[in-house]
């Protein structure tokens, strides 16, 4: 997706997906970070945020999600949950096939970063951090374990996942270029084989606006590192990628390679 700071805008962009993902046979969809909007200022971000009530765009994720009985999970703002703070929420839900959400999660690492000539991030500016890992989900899919694109340079939270019984862990994401080129791949097929679980990462792709452009490459990666589905960095239009999820690969591998965390020697994550 190449969300834009029109909610309308957008949900047209996730209906086509929808289509596409209906039509492929899919069973989830899994749309980028901050899909209800990228806006062109921090000022601006806060001003478009609603609650998921007031949403049309959440409202008619859920409409898609009920009519055509496929889950979709979103990357979206919400309002803050500290009074007064001026801060508001970057969450992700997840969304039954009945169309409700049954699960959200409020980002735990917000980006900040201050490269010498590279692009500049104060998400804690603007942005609460959330204080929970939120447990996986059962979904027809698998176990999901719901994280958010800068959370993906943090492998703690993840292996807790693991640990919890996670098989597929999800990054929705709108990744900066540059940290894109050098890492997003890298740390994914990382994450990937140190848990062993699938990694499905949705990216907003393209010019967002005059100020906004992100690195795109959608991915879906296999509990072995090996890269299932790929999307480009250019943005022609709404994409999908597709991947069959098989959960007994994953608890083959699980099998055949344990990953025994020596948590008498180091704390248990
Ligand atoms: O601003 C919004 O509305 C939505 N939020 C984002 O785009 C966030 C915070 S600026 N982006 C990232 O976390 C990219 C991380 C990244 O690029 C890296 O880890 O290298």
Redesign the pocket.
């Known amino acids: 997706m190449c969300s834009t700071s029109s909610m309308k805008h957008n949900l047209a962009q996730a209906r086509i997906l929808v289509k596409k993902a209906v039509d492929a046979g899919a069973k989830a969809l899994f749309l980028p970070?901050?899909s209800d909007?990228?806006?062109h200022s921090a000022e601006e971000?806060i001003t478009l945020v609603r609650s998921v009530e007031d949403s049309i765009y959440v409202k008619g994720l859920q409409k898609e999600a009920k009519d055509n009985k496929i889950a979709i999970t979103a990357?979206i703002?919400e309002p803050g949950d500290e009074k007064n703070s001026g801060k508001i929420k970057?969450c992700s839900i997840w969304i039954s096939e009945e169309g409700e959400i049954i699960e959200r999660y409020k980002k735990l690492h917000?980006?900040d970063?201050n490269l010498t000539n590279g692009p500049q991030?104060h998400?804690s500016d603007s942005?609460e951090k959330g204080n929970e890992i939120v447990p996986p989900l059962q979904t027809p899919v698998g176990l999901v374990g719901l994280l958010?694109?800068?959370d993906?340079?943090f492998p703690e939270v993840p292996l807790s996942l693991k640990r919890q019984g996670a098989q597929i862990i999800t990054y929705p994401?709108?990744?900066?270029v540059p940290?894109?080129k050098a890492?997003?791949e890298i740390l994914l097929r990382a994450r990937a084989i140190e848990t062993q679980s699938y990694v499905v990462a949705a990216a907003?792709a393209g010019h967002h606006n005059d100020f906004r452009v992100?690195?795109g490459h959608s991915m879906i990666i296999g509990p072995w590192g090996d890269v299932l589905a790929e999307l480009g960095g250019d943005f022609n239009g709404p994409e999908i990628s597709i991947a069959s999820i098989d959960l007994s690969i994953v608890n083959k591998l699980r099998r055949e390679v344990p990953l025994k965390r020596r948590t008498d020697v180091y704390p248990e994550l």
């Open positions: 970070e901050a909007y990228i806006s971000t990357g703002h970057n917000l980006f970063m991030a998400e942005f958010i694109c800068f993906l340079r994401s709108a990744f900066t940290t894109g890492h997003w907003q992100t690195y």
